[in-house]
């Protein structure tokens, strides 16, 4: 053996115990405490830390980015760049390394950044990059940009003003960050549930359900990573489990909305899942965000018109803001008509329900925060159709030259009344989530000042992908009983497969709510959706609404009228 | 010969000097400075104050003009560009409002003015900095015209591109850079 080989190996033995010290340490004082706090004290501190950039004082963290940039944690924080997680972020060339318990208490080999205690005998003997860190080399790294073997790290990690105590509350939640068990998985599983409430119909529940139970039964990683892990082949740490088989539950949700969280907790109880996917209510989903927002359970795309609008980043992502988005977006469109609007009055007009609410709700908080006045509401009751004369004596007033009418198909003949009029107001707003396909009847008299909120692809626009999509499905024997729901499924499952494939055997929730964060947009097949898309707290997926007109004729199609985004 | 040797001992001095302060700028350079042409195209994007903004009347002033591109709810590259600005306006502030800082979000979906003006006062950006934000359209044929397009926004370039009113070149600067070094190439730009 030539002197350099047996110095090579005696540098790997020292190494390795080194590594094993390593672990073994943090294993240790994991268990260990910060002087003069309990541990759940101490780990909220520094969870409000990390995330927030706050001191226990109250005061936020000082630091200096780029070696000369005074920063404070009100402005980024740590989880900013390395997210909650600890997994660490990747956004175009600048790669930020995770920092989770157990990437920094092992040494860091130099192949992929891979802990040596993890990695194969074949490639554990590859030259460190950096030993394992310890309590005192962590503290270092955050006040001097010095990592354990002494080298600069990239000046784009601030260096920290932090008081001894402050410090020591950090390092005990970095020891800590993403280290223990998610509910929900197990070596060789990973459970998910759906939530179904009661008044829903069978054909809709069977157009989100049939979908969904195939996509998970099917779920499948790429053939050649199987057959290599089955061989016992070299296996990147992180890939192993990857060959968890994915279950779903079914929760239907029983009687009235306030007994839905008792029954979601028992569901949990029975069988905790690590994250809901799809589900479906035509009521509104609040009760089970409340939930998932309690458990920190991720709850990925449910179909909805009444989601929880918020901007608190919780774990429920959602297709669109529903109705909201319509209001909101009817709101901005008459806000950019300045030829129309010099302060005209507006009248709305809307069922005292939960769509009327909604839509008319997300109007005026919109159109007031542009700064305009309130408009005036109309309310009908519960199944009040508009009387014969409503119009006739809207007509009279005659000083709305700009009328929403957030009505449903079965206001139809009214409006169909509406177009007889005298004179019709310059633009009236409808919605077609509510009107359906009855929005392809409005008389042609009406075309011309009705304007339609729709939150969709154009249909000219999706077509194709429609009828490619429904081939494949009726190929696998997938029953299409509402093709609306249908393709909002196929949504989710564009969205989910990537951050699903990416997660590897890091399955912690926050780590996977970050990968869904960072999905790349979704535009190129614009099915339900022209794109969808999200980025670090953002909960809506699809985020605009056309404004569109009818053309003449008895076979109309949607022309635009509005960009997709009105800003 | 005294003379001589003074001479000779100042020139050593001074190449040693140039020597020292070229590997210096060698090591510690960790951006690309190119100069640039751009045909920037006639749009009108909305202001944080959600006021129509002509881009080409924003950047072709009388002012130096500072642009990166960014979005609200960015994890690095944006917070790292942004505390940048924050502290470049903080550092010229006996020349406040001489120059113009742009942002132009990449992310126009989610970047509503209500979304751009907080993160504008998160950073305790000064008047002179204008967070822009537009139609698809219009912001990809800008991210285009400038070369930092990319499909997917979390893709996109840590560039900084500065520009001096008399001169119709941008440098651009690619790299995650400090104050320092962004008030160089803004003295170089003045010049």
């Not at chain 1, 005298?422 to 304007?451: F, I």
Request: proline share 6%; hydrophobic share 40%.
């Amino acid at each position: 053996m030539s002197m350099k080989a047996a110095g090579t190996r005696v540098l790997t033995a020292a190494l390795l115990a080194c590594a094993f010290h390593g672990t073994v340490m943090a294993e240790t004082s994991r268990q260990g405490m910060v002087a003069g706090v309990s541990r759940e004290e101490a780990l909220r501190l520094g969870e409000r830390m990390y995330r927030e950039g706050i001191l226990p004082s109250g005061e936020p963290l000082k630091a200096i980015v780029k070696g000369d940039i005074p920063m404070t944690g009100n402005q980024f924080t740590c989880a900013n760049c390395h997210q909650r997680s600890g997994f660490g972020s990747l956004e175009g060339t600048v790669r930020t390394p995770p920092i989770n318990s157990a990437q920094l208490y092992a040494p860091l080999s130099k192949f992929k950044g891979v802990p040596v205690s993890r990695r194969s005998a074949l490639v554990r003997e590859t030259e460190l990059y950096r030993p394992a860190y310890t309590d005192e080399t962590l503290a270092r790294a955050m006040r001097t940009g010095l990592d354990p073997a002494g080298r600069q790290m990239s000046t784009t990690m601030p260096i920290y003003f932090l008081s001894d105590r402050d410090m020591d509350i950090l390092v005990f939640y970095l020891k800590n960050l993403s280290t223990g068990s998610e509910a929900g998985v197990t070596d060789t599983a990973l459970r998910f549930a759906t939530v179904i409430t009661g008044e829903v119909s069978t054909a809709d529940r069977e157009a989100m359900l049939a979908p969904l139970q195939y996509y998970i039964s099917n779920w499948r990683i790429s053939r050649q990573m199987e057959q290599s892990a089955r061989a016992g082949g070299f296996v990147q740490e992180g890939e192993a489990r990857e060959l968890r088989r994915l279950s779903l539950s079914v929760w239907e949700l029983k009687g009235p909305a306030e007994t839905w969280r008792a029954q979601l907790e028992e569901y949990y109880r029975k069988e905790p899942v690590f994250a809901l996917l799809g589900g479906i209510t035509t009521g509104e989903w609040a009760p089970v965000h409340k939930f998932c927002e309690d458990h920190k359970v991720p709850a990925i795309f449910p179909i909805t018109d009444f989601p929880v609008i918020s901007g608190s980043g919780g774990p429920t992502f959602y297709l669109s803001k529903g109705l909201y988005q319509e209001g909101e977006a009817a709101a901005r469109f008459l806000h950019r008509k300045e030829d129309l609007l010099k302060e005209i009055p507006i009248l709305q007009v809307f069922r005292n329900d939960r769509a009327g609410r909604i839509l008319s709700k997300a109007f005026e908080e919109t159109w007031t925060s542009l700064g305009h006045a309130a408009p005036e509401n109309r309310v009908l009751a519960g199944g009040e159709a508009p009387a014969a004369d409503f119009w006739k004596k809207l007509d009279e007033k005659s000083k709305h030259r700009v009328v929403l009418l957030w009505l449903d198909s079965s206001s139809f003949p009214a409006l169909e009344n509406l177009a007889r009029s005298r004179s019709l107001p310059d633009v009236v707003v409808l919605s077609s989530s509510l009107l359906g396909n009855r929005l392809y009847s409005l008389p042609d008299k009406q075309r011309q000042s009705v304007y339609l909120t729709y939150p969709y692809s154009l249909p000219q626009d999706s077509r194709a992908y429609k009828a490619n999509i429904e081939t494949a499905l009726k190929k696998n024997n997938i029953p299409i009983t509402n093709p609306d729901i249908t393709f909002k499924m196929y949504s989710l499952f564009s969205m989910l497969t990537g951050p699903l494939s990416r997660m590897r055997t890091y399955v912690y929730r926050d780590y996977f709510i970050e990968l869904l964060e960072a999905t790349p947009d979704l535009s190129v097949i614009p099915v339900t959706y022209p794109r969808l898309s999200f980025g670090t707290g953002q909960r809506y997926a699809s985020k605009g609404c056309y404004i569109v007109q009818l053309t003449d004729g008895p076979r109309p199609e949607l022309v635009k009228r509005s960009e997709w985004i009105i800003q | 010969m005294h003379r001589k040797q003074t001479m000779l001992l100042l020139y050593l001095l001074l190449t040693s000097l140039c020597l020292l302060s070229e590997a210096w700028a060698g090591r510690d350079k960790t951006y690309q400075r190119t100069l640039e042409n751009y045909e920037v195209p006639d749009v009108t994007l909305i202001n944080q104050d959600g006021v129509k903004v002509s881009l080409r009347k924003l950047l072709f002033s009388d002012k130096p003009v500072l642009v990166d591109f960014v979005y609200t709810s960015c994890t690095t590259i944006c917070p790292v560009l942004s505390i940048n600005f924050a502290n470049y306006q903080k550092t010229i502030i006996e020349e406040r409002g001489a120059t113009q800082l742009v942002s132009i979000s990449i992310d126009p979906e989610f970047d509503t003015p209500k979304a751009m003006k907080a993160y504008l006062k998160r950073y305790n950006a000064e008047p002179g900095w204008d967070f822009l934000t537009g139609s698809r359209d219009d912001i990809s044929r800008v991210l285009k015209a400038f070369k930092v397009y990319t499909q997917n926004k979390m893709n996109h370039y840590p560039v900084i591109l500065l520009k001096s009113p008399s001169d119709t070149r941008w440098v651009r600067v690619y790299g995650l850079i400090g104050t320092s070094e962004l008030l160089v190439e803004y003295e170089k730009v003045r010049k």
